[in-house]
């Protein structure tokens, strides 16, 4: 075995060693039947283009990266970005679970059927199986949303998936500037994207990005110079000890990412009843 130097990723290796069982595919799609309806909460929010609304309501929805924060007997809880079902809602046009739940299909897979699919030779099951989960928190402010499945629900292609999907521990310290950082993702046919990073800032407003809010997110933001892509937002931030340290809300075709704090988490999943643990 060739000697360690600089470049062999030991730490980054391990990070990932941890992370990568706890990610998940999200997919979040219209129901055929409830086009009409969709319709009328875009109306309602009113901040997507009139001429772009049929391309929401008929797509194959829209996806992103989640991560395991509760592992209980009976249930897997998952979060993610709240952004991926935007155009349906505002800060001061808000949707309900229930509501999110009737328009919507949630659809989860975990990394263990994305391997077993993408298996050499496999060529039994030409199609993904996803289980299908229900929305159970959101919050608009601050672009979160809290996804449940029954873990017998989860399948690792014809067969309930008995491997473990641990959940993450977060961090019981804020990060600092120049904090080493890490990212597994799962941008569309792009499962275990891994990336290092570096912490720039800790407490960006979304004002200080200079993009357009019309939805009125109000979220916290750390300023990190990794790079992420489409499909990458809800993928969990470690730090050097594997613990989360906030989640991606996103990129701007920069250097520079941003993500939930670790505050604005921790009071959202607190309000819904997880039971997070933090360490380091």
């Known amino acids: 075995m060739a000697a360690p130097n600089a470049f062999s990723g030991h730490l980054e290796k391990w990070l990932y060693e941890k992370t990568k069982d706890s990610i998940f595919f999200i997919n979040i799609l219209p129901?055929?039947?409830?086009?009409?309806?969709?319709?009328?909460?875009?109306?309602?929010?009113?901040?997507?283009?009139?001429?772009?609304?049929?391309?929401?309501?008929?797509?194959?929805?829209?996806?992103?990266?989640?991560?395991?924060v509760e592992n209980g007997p009976d249930h897997l809880k998952i979060l993610t970005c709240a952004h991926i079902i935007e155009h349906v809602y505002s800060a001061t046009d808000p949707v309900s679970t229930d509501d999110c739940n009737r328009v919507f299909i949630t659809q989860v897979l975990c990394d263990h059927s994305e391997l077993s699919f993408r298996r050499p030779g496999q060529i039994a099951h030409p199609q993904r199986v996803y289980a299908e989960g229900r929305i159970i928190g959101i919050s608009y402010e601050d672009d979160l949303l809290l996804i449940q499945v029954p873990p017998e629900d989860v399948v690792d292609l014809d067969e309930i998936c008995m491997r473990n999907h641990p959940h993450l521990t977060f961090s019981s310290t804020q990060p600092v500037a120049f904090d080493v950082c890490a990212m597994v993702s799962w941008p569309p046919l792009r499962h275990r994207t891994a990336v290092r990073g570096r912490v720039s800032h800790t407490s960006r407003s979304f004002d200080d990005l200079g993009q357009d809010n019309p939805v009125g997110y109000r979220m916290n933001l750390i300023e990190v110079r990794i790079g992420?892509?489409?499909?990458?937002?809800?993928?969990?931030?470690?730090?050097?000890?594997?613990?989360?340290?906030?989640?991606?809300?996103?990129?701007?075709?920069?250097?520079?990412?941003?993500?939930?704090?670790?505050?604005?988490?921790?009071?959202f999943l607190a309000h819904r009843g997880v039971a997070v643990i933090r360490e380091d």
């Open 228 to 267: 992420s892509e489409l499909g990458s937002s809800g993928a969990p931030l470690v730090n050097g000890n594997g613990k989360v340290i906030g989640m991606l809300h996103g990129g701007f075709r920069d250097a520079f990412s941003y993500f939930l704090s670790l505050n604005d988490i921790m009071l």
């Open 31 to 68: 129901r055929p039947d409830q086009h009409g309806a969709i319709h009328d909460l875009m109306k309602t929010a009113d901040h997507v283009e009139e001429g772009e609304r049929e391309a929401l309501v008929n797509g194959d929805g829209h996806c992103a990266t989640g991560f395991v």
